[in-house]
T-cell receptor, first 114, second 114 residues
């Protein structure tokens, strides 16, 4: 158990819909990362937050947005969903968000868009 | 920007045989290197990492990796694998000059046969 929790575990929805994925980091970790894992794209970094502020952005679509709240939990919002958004979405956390950090991954949310 | 190449998408091996999972990276600056493991239906977890110092790093479960700067490689090895080592292995690199966000390889599926 990494100490990172993600809800829900599974999510099935239809095209055009909007969903919210939630992540609680390990106790004491200030940085949260979101990743998308799919068979064709591999593990893609989406976005990083540090102590409530956006720190780095990766290949995140404009239809996707995220935020980190004062209690450090984070939410990833996916809107106008398309079939291609079906993937595993991982949240990870680390202490300070530096390159030397070990990232602790949650169990993931499997999103299926029908 | 850095990139990571994991040359083998799948490595089948028999139990108690040695294994090497290959990882090559490219970067114009100094790097930190990581190996993560993903067991079925779980998130990624750190196996080992190279930050500085000795180029040979070891994990608690018998894996080791050697940083070779001249060949820009960080291959993962184990002298004798177990059935329980069956998993997906990801090599990752973050560089000192960038955003510190690690770039992950596409992963290598290690399949250990009895």
């Amino acid at each position: 158990d990494s100490g990172v929790t993600q809800t829900p575990k599974h999510l099935i929805t239809a095209t055009g819909q909007r969903v919210t994925l939630r992540c609680s980091p390990r106790s004491g970790d200030l940085s949260v990362y979101w990743y998308q894992q799919s068979l064709d794209q591999g593990l893609q970094f989406l976005i990083q937050y540090y102590n409530g502020e956006e720190r780095a952005k990766g290949n995140i679509l404009e239809r996707f947005s995220a935020q980190q709240f004062p209690d450090l939990h984070s939410e990833l919002n996916l809107s106008s969903l398309e079939l291609g958004d079906s993937a595993l979405y991982f949240c990870a956390s680390s202490g300070e968000g530096w390159g030397t950090d070990t990232q602790y991954f949650g169990p993931g949310t499997r999103l299926t868009v029908l | 920007a850095q990139s990571v190449t994991q040359l083998d998408s799948q490595v089948p091996v028999f139990e108690e045989a040695p294994v090497e999972l290959r990882c090559n990276y490219s970067s114009s600056v100094s790097v930190y290197l990581f190996w993560y493991v993903q067991y079925p239906n779980q998130g990624l977890q750190l196996l080992l990492k190279y930050l500085s110092g000795s180029t040979l790093v070891e994990s608690i479960n018998g894996f080791e990796a050697e940083f070779n700067k001249s060949q820009t490689s960080f291959h993962l090895r184990k002298p004798s694998v177990h059935i329980s080592d069956t998993a997906e292995y990801f090599c990752a690199v973050s560089d000192l000059g960038g955003s510190y966000i690690p770039t992950f390889g596409r992963g290598t599926s290690l399949i250990v046969h009895p």
